[in-house]
């Protein structure tokens, strides 16, 4: 029995936390109505270039592909790597593919891919024990069940975003307001946002602005001031 492994008597519990994270559905529209009587192996290579652009895409954007069901994908920003700026990368990323499927039909005449993008923003529990690359689910929670419902909302060759999405990217992209959605699961109607375009330059231009005030700190910046101005009159201050 030599270099037998020895059976595990207990199974390591998943290590979770709850995060703030930045959902993202992507589906193809009307491409299983267009599948019914199409042989399989067209219908694998017509999803074939778009399941890579859809990947590229995401990775670029610093979002993680959570699963690929059919003709849609799910990603997740926020985890299990964390970006200051995950909800503008999301939005960016839904916005890049949407671009990028008109370049695939593009190039590849009679492809006649359209999608409908949604992107939500919310508490969810992350399993940080999982192997998102292995095609393990890792993110549970309303937000990934919400971030779905928005993407069937969304128009089509668009991207559809929720309340909080919005508050948190409005200095960054021209965003319209559709009208409000029954979705599914939900008790009353939910505001979406359609981005339309970008103010910046990912990475470049700085549109952030800081406008929380400095709360009990007058005397340290009067302090901090008069430093500063010696410094400028006369020699460096410590």
């Known amino acids: 029995m030599c270099g037998t492994p020895f059976a595990s008597t207990t199974s390591a519990a998943p290590v979770q936390e709850r995060k703030v994270v930045t959902v993202m559905f992507c ?8 599948s019914e009587s199409a042989d399989p192996e067209d219908v694998q290579s017509r999803l074939a270039a778009y399941h890579s652009m859809l990947r590229t895409e995401i990775v670029r954007y610093g979002g993680t592909v959570e699963k690929f069901i ?3 994908v799910m990603a997740v920003f ?7 700026d995950d909800l503008e990368r ?8 949407v671009e990028a499927t008109t370049e695939l039909n593009e190039q590849q005449p009679g492809l006649d891919l359209q999608v ?27 937000v990934v069940n919400t971030a779905s419902r928005l993407q069937g909302a969304a128009p ?12 948190a990217t409005k200095t960054i992209f021209d965003y319209v307001e559709l009208s409000p959605a029954d979705l599914k699961g939900k ?40 430093a500063f101005d010696k410094a400028l009159s006369e020699a460096p201050q410590v």
């Open 90 to 97: 999301a939005v960016r990323a839904g916005l890049r593919i």
């Open 78 to 84: 926020g985890a299990p790597a964390a970006h200051e």
């Open 116 to 142: 409908r993008v949604g992107v939500n923003t919310g508490e969810a529990l992350v399993n940080l024990s999982a192997h998102p690359e292995l095609g393990e689910g890792f993110v549970t929670g309303d």
């Open 156 to 167: 089509v060759g668009g991207v559809a975003v929720g309340q909080q999405t919005h508050e």
């Open 70 to 72: 059919g003709d849609a």
């Open 27 to 34: 589906d193809l529209v009307g491409f299983t109505s267009a």
């Open 187 to 226: 008790s009353e109607k939910v505001r979406l946002f359609h981005p339309v375009a970008t103010r910046s330059r990912f990475g470049t231009d700085l549109t952030r602005t800081h406008t929380t005030p400095l709360v009990g700190r007058e005397i340290d910046l009067a302090l901090l001031k008069g």
